[in-house]
């Protein structure tokens, strides 16, 4: 699955998240976190864990085709 890259940049930085911060929140790998970031698929357990961290749906991240 793909989380959408430039919603997930986006909302870093209005909350002034780092990816570091993102990662560690969400008990993923940091480097993870990036290649997300950068648009790279992941697992749906490590979207939801990322959406959680962020308080929101993993639905409202996902990339939209």
């Given at each position: ?46 979207g ?16 939209k085709?």
């Amino acid at each position: 699955m793909r989380l959408d890259a430039k919603l997930l940049r986006s909302l870093l930085y209005e909350r002034d998240i780092k990816q570091i911060d993102l990662a560690d929140k969400s008990e993923v790998a940091r480097i993870t976190v990036n290649k997300v970031c950068n648009g790279g698929s992941c697992t749906y357990e490590t979207g939801k864990k990322i959406a959680d961290a962020l308080g929101m749906k993993l639905e409202d991240l996902l990339e939209k085709r």
